[in-house]
């Protein structure tokens, strides 16, 4: 074979690319979304697939450059995702809003106020006051609204249309038509009937202030919408922050510290007391407690000894361990959990995508009806000036103003409200989840409970002092960080003497003198293997707080076993009200842990909960979710650990509680703030509630579009009147969602 042939054939082979992850700027609706995607799909061999929520895009068929041309082309930005600080974007965008509101907001009140003073009153008029409104109104409408005019602009160009478009040419055109009026002269005539009365003369230069009213409206809107999807986004960053950044490496008997991109499967790595382990491996050497909170959301520290499993992420407490690698990089249980959250959050819907693809139809509809009255009042003789007038009316009147308002500003007074109650609502899709949910699921240690340990029982042997047990047991305790042995010295009342040289072996147990006595206190296998007999009292007592999910701990002096301790983890006391009134909603209540069958139906039982799912791993959590959602549930899932971060983004609706771990509240739609249970059923309710003053405004910018159009294509109104009843229209809208303050009472 020739080097010719060879070439040929290379030519011939197709290139495989893999797939590209974008992150996509510049998108303001659903209709930039599908923009893009028909764009990258006239490409041969690419498929695309954009959301417009997580502002990301998945191309395949293409390679990077290629894709971020495409997407260039139309008027958007685009960088692959590993290149971009994603908060670092979503802080320039939310500043960008901010600024922009800001100067629409300081010229807009002056502007509505002094404005409609000198257009009604005459006598107060000043030479050049129409020319004065008309410059202070001139940044508001150019540099404030520039973010519509652009969107419109560029939707306009590949054949789209959104509310963009329809916001963009309703203050233009309002600007417009205020500056033609000026600049002509106004009628000397009277001017037009308000319903109680006629304007005077050149009072049709006042609706300067419906340009600049619906433009700062929309970008209060915008602003708190960036600023939900940078929080909805963040959980990505948190779960890679956790994660170990270097790895201390053995190699032939030498420790070496390296990045942890270097660590390879089957790599013997170290990890010393305090610090995170690098990987997910298995000890070959040394013994330690290990802190697995972060990744299992359970308080107790897990007594990790030669051939024990350890993950990544988790952090070593007291002893120097060497394990070997079974699993790295993305390949961690830590990395998992990220891949899944993030899938989980990509596929949130959107409340507000029901506004968007109606636009679709609603704007290309408007802007028919806008040429047909102008061409029909005009075909009737009715003049330039009069056409052109109604034609505006329809095209102001029907600016979906009271549209764009209705889902961000019941959210705004939702979200206030939830503060003061101790709820925070991150996003709408929070809001579309609660009024359909049917199953509540709870993570059980820190959500249920308290996640401290107490001491709830002491059983002495006839003929031991149970005190002198409790002494002996507190002073072996008193200097260890371990759950239980911390329950067991918090519980003892009196003085605690001191052990010279306590010996403690992991997994078992402690033992040392104590006022000269030979003490021993651990679980009953460290008693056994010292040779040391267990009567059959505190057999028992070990039994029957095995059935009830329970910990003992017993107690040796001098060679026999002398006491039993039970510890168990405590239910938050409001826990039953909570349970029984999520009941009274008709909700399901599930309990989902990764504790014993055991320990899980001892707090079904006492609380009253419907169903028990227990026995779950950290990784197997959100497919349990998922479970039940195939079931057909719509499920609530309330946790406080990491290892509940992808389940609260793979549920329906996440709620998190605030004593939990970042990583999870980053994940949830909801963070209960509130130190107390009770915000759970609160949040609901209040997210409910949102949601229907949310559907009241859409209904409501429905009808009145519906109803308003044709009465001002018919020439019955004017552009003045036609701004005032949009702007009433979008007050209602306030007004309703602002009777959200009056939700609720803390509990």
């Excluded at 020739?2 to 996509?24: G, S």
């Excluded at 020319?131 to 160009?157: E, G």
């Excluded at 842990?593 to 990784?619: R, Y």
Aim: aromatic fraction near 4%.
């Amino acid at each position: 074979m020739t080097a010719a042939t060879i070439n040929e054939q290379d030519e011939e082979k197709p290139v495989l690319h893999p797939p590209v992850q974008l992150q996509i700027g510049g998108m303001t609706c659903a209709a930039c979304a599908h923009t893009i995607e028909k764009r990258l799909a006239r490409i041969d061999g690419v498929h695309a697939s954009v959301n417009f929520v997580s502002e990301r895009a998945t191309v395949t068929g293409i390679d990077v450059e290629d894709a971020i041309a495409a997407v260039k082309d139309v008027g958007y930005t685009a960088a692959e995702l590993s290149d971009v600080d994603l908060t670092a974007e979503a802080q320039r965008r939310i500043t960008m809003l901010r600024r922009r509101l800001i100067v629409a907001v300081l010229l807009t009140l002056p502007l509505m106020d002094i404005g409609l003073v000198l257009a009604l009153e005459p006598q107060l008029r000043f030479p050049a006051w129409d020319w004065l409104l008309l410059v202070v109104s001139l940044p508001v409408v150019l540099w404030s609204a520039w973010p519509f005019h652009k969107a419109a602009w560029l939707n306009l160009r590949h054949g789209v249309t959104s509310m963009d478009t329809l916001v963009s040419l309703g203050v233009l055109s309002s600007f417009g038509w205020s500056f033609i009026s000026i600049l002509i002269g106004a009628q000397d005539n009277e001017g037009y009937w308000l319903g109680y009365g006629i304007t005077p003369a050149g009072a049709d230069t006042l609706y300067l202030d419906v340009a600049a009213g619906v433009t700062c409206f929309l970008l209060a809107g915008r602003y708190f919408e960036a600023r939900a999807k940078r929080s909805a986004r963040s959980v990505l960053t948190a779960l890679g922050q956790l994660a170990a950044k270097d790895a201390r490496v053995l190699r032939d008997g030498v420790e070496t510290i390296v990045p942890i991109e270097t660590l390879h499967k089957g790599d013997l790595f170290v990890t010393l007391a305090g610090e995170t382990l690098a990987a997910d491996g298995q000890i070959v050497e040394g013994s330690s407690s290990i802190d697995t909170s972060m990744m299992t959301g359970e308080p107790m520290p897990v007594d990790a000894t030669v051939g024990s499993m350890v993950l990544g992420g988790t952090m070593n407490l007291t002893g120097r361990v060497v394990a070997r690698a079974t699993a790295v990089g993305a390949r961690t249980q830590l990395s998992q959990m990220a891949v899944i959250a993030e899938e989980a959050q990509a596929r949130k819907a959107n409340v507000e995508r029901l506004v968007d693809k109606v636009v679709e139809i609603f704007v290309p509809a408007v802007l028919a009806v806008v040429v047909l009255t102008f061409f029909g009042w005009w075909i009737a003789g009715a003049g330039i000036r009069h056409a052109l007038s109604a034609a505006l009316c329809v095209l102001i009147i029907a600016c979906p103003c009271a549209l764009g308002l209705a889902t961000p500003t019941a959210l705004m007074v939702g979200v206030g409200r939830g503060g003061q109650l101790g709820i925070l609502i991150k996003g709408p899709e929070a809001l579309e989840a609660s009024g359909r949910i049917d199953t509540v699921v709870f993570d059980k240690t820190g959500t249920l409970t308290t996640a401290d340990m107490t001491l709830t029982e002491r059983v002495a042997v006839a003929g031991h002092d149970l005190e002198q047990a409790h002494r002996c047991a507190a002073a072996l305790d008193q200097h260890s960080t371990h759950p239980v042995a911390r329950a067991i010295v918090a519980a003892f009342e009196g003085t605690i003497p001191q052990c010279p040289s306590p010996h403690t072996v992991a997994g078992r147990g402690a033992e040392g003198k104590v006022d000269g006595h030979e003490v021993m206190v651990g679980n009953p296998v460290f008693l056994t293997e010292a040779g040391i007999t267990i009567p059959d009292d505190l057999t028992t007592v070990v039994e029957q707080a095995a059935e009830a999910g329970r910990s003992t701990v017993l107690v040796a002096i001098d060679g026999q076993a002398s006491a039993a301790f039970v510890v168990s983890d405590t239910v938050k006391p409001e826990a039953p009200e909570v349970i029984a009134r999520l009941t009274q909603m008709g909700l399901r209540t599930v309990l989902l842990t990764g504790d014993s069958k055991a320990a899980a139906h001892a707090v079904a039982s006492e609380l009253g909960i419907d169903e028990v799912l227990a026995d779950v791993l950290p990784t197997e959590k959100a497919t349990v979710i998922d479970r039940l959602r195939d079931e057909g549930r719509v499920v609530a899932m309330v946790g406080d650990g990491i290892n509940d971060a992808a389940a609260l983004a793979s549920s329906d609706l996440g709620l998190a509680m605030v004593t939990g771990t970042d990583i999870a509240m980053r994940s949830a739609d909801i963070i209960c703030v509130r130190h107390h249970l009770g915000v759970v059923p609160d949040a609901i309710g209040l997210s409910r509630r949102t949601l229907r003053t949310i559907r009241g405004n859409l209904a409501w910018a429905f009808i009145y579009n519906i109803a308003a159009i044709p009465i001002a294509a018919a020439g019955l109104l004017n552009p003045l009147i036609s701004g005032l009843a949009m702007s009433l229209s979008s007050l209602f809208v306030v007004i309703h969602s602002l009777r959200l303050r009056n939700f609720g009472t803390p509990s």
